[in-house]
């Protein structure tokens, strides 16, 4: 595979082997599309847009095109059957006027960040703060950049690879990201390039862009045998009311590629949420990701990841935490086409108040892909009568030598546990605490990054302290 940096112009890996999915219920909720005509009419209208190349135009139309046709999904659409759109589809949303200020300093995002030397891209309301973000292009070796410079120097990759994976034809938030996207993040890492430090991109709303919508994009182009790790904070301050961010990362994988690709998402309880990552892997390369969702009103956060090569590997972990009336829903897909690949899958979730947890995962194995090994479980801890899961791992083979497993927990905290620790003289709310944090420790354990997975167990471990 040519160096990344050498600005390529093979042509993309085909991805339509990820489009065998059947199309969602023809049932569309069209509630709120003709809002969002006269938006896309003013967004072409905004110089940063209308001054970009006309092939991202044409993509942002076709985009729209497809939004218009799906609609926002309703609860007959499968993939949305226990997660109801309808206060994002029925809200109406405003842009955030282009070169608009904001409130947030560099103080106020210490709690968002992670210890290291690591570059750190800060976007604002949607707009990259130079002054807020800490990062150069790269050695050569890889390179880093905004996605809206990157599209103004011409990188043929950029062209070549945004929106090959992105699904609009079947996913109406994915094609209005891409629709709506004006800026984002683009990492590319040239062939045997190790990035030793990890990248850091920091999406953050504050009351400035209360009741507008964001869509962040990101693409992580890994040539083969290189290795990166991508972390993605989504993170909103107080005044973010009503602040709605619809993101969309596509990640490739060359043969012999590591891409470790972290989500933190810790918006305020009074936004939304929905992000979707589309992943491509070749022959040999190994995918880790990891999903912490413990924010917004209503979230959600699509994984689908294509193992087209012999002997790829993907891990596919998470951990979400929710109260009060918060709705959290995880869909992921893990489709292996190849022989001999290998996807392991482990998400927790812990609900109390009167919130709702959402997990659908499923394997789906194409009659080629002998010998393929995949694990797949979904366990859930409630911590109230009124809290509320619903959880549907599934398994497609069309291969007949393969080892896949599946499965489901829901359940509360042990008795005979609550019982251990309080004869030893611990209360009874401490004994609740410790065991519901070491429930969530036990996926946290799963992470291979140090300072990413002491930052998350840290803040696991101060929810269940107060």
């Given amino acids: 595979m040519t ?80 997660t109801n759109s309808a206060p994002i589809a029925t809200k109406k949303f405003d842009l955030r006027a282009e070169g608009a200020s904001h409130s947030v300093t560099k103080e106020a995002l210490e709690p968002f960040l992670f210890e290291g030397d690591w570059a750190t891209i800060v976007f604002v309301n949607g707009e990259f703060d130079k002054d807020l973000s800490n990062f150069h292009r790269g050695n050569g070796r890889f390179f880093i950049s905004t996605l809206k410079e990157a599209t103004a120097n011409d990188i043929r990759l950029v062209e070549q690879k945004l929106g090959g994976l992105g699904q609009i034809d079947i996913n109406a938030f994915a094609a209005l990201n891409t629709a709506f996207m004006q800026d984002g993040v683009f990492v590319g890492v040239s062939p045997n390039a190790v990035v030793d430090q990890p990248v850091h991109i920091l999406y953050v709303g504050d009351s400035t862009g209360a009741n507008t919508f964001v869509s962040p994009r990101t693409l992580i182009v890994a040539d083969h045998h290189s290795e990166v ?190 019982f251990y620790l309080k004869s030893r003289g611990v209360s009874a709310v401490t004994a609740r605490k410790l065991l519901t944090y070491a429930f969530a420790a036990e996926v946290l354990e799963e992470m291979t990054i140090e300072p990413i997975k002491l930052k998350l167990e840290e803040l696991a471990f101060s929810r269940f302290a107060e």
């Fill in 3 to 82: 160096n990344v940096l050498d600005q390529v112009t093979k042509k993309a890996e085909s991805s339509d082997v990820g489009h065998s999915r059947e199309p969602v219920n023809a049932a569309k909720g069209h509630t709120m599309v003709e809002a969002y005509k006269e938006l896309y009419s003013n967004l072409k209208l905004q110089s940063g847009v209308a001054s970009q190349p006309a092939w991202l135009n044409d993509l942002r139309d076709k985009g729209f095109a497809k939004f218009e046709e799906l609609g926002f999904p309703t609860k007959r659409n499968e993939d949305w059957h226990f």
């Fill in 229 to 418: 790790t991508v972390v993605e904070s989504f993170v909103s301050l107080n005044g973010a009311e009503g602040y709605f961010s619809n993101a969309v990362t596509e990640v490739y994988l060359a043969p012999g590629a590591q891409v470790k690709h972290y989500k933190v998402q810790r918006q305020t309880e009074d936004s939304f949420h929905v992000g979707s990552s589309f992943v491509y892997q070749k022959g040999d390369s190994n995918y880790e990701s990891f999903s912490y969702a413990v924010g917004s009103s209503l979230s959600r956060t699509n994984v689908d990841t294509i193992l087209d090569g012999d002997g790829a590997h993907a891990t596919l972990n998470g951990l979400y935490m929710v109260d009060g009336d918060q709705v959290v829903d995880h869909q992921t897909r893990i489709e292996h086409v190849a022989p001999n690949c290998t996807s392991h899958e482990i998400y927790k979730g812990i609900l109390d108040g009167s919130s709702q947890g959402v997990f659908n995962g499923k394997v789906y194995v194409h009659p080629e892909a002998q010998k393929t090994d995949g694990k797949q479980s979904n366990n859930n801890l409630i911590l109230s009568d009124n809290a509320e899961v619903n959880t549907k791992p599934q398994l497609e083979i069309f291969a007949d030598d393969v080892r896949c497993t599946h499965g489901a927990t829901i359940g509360r905290l042990d008795e005979n546990s609550l």
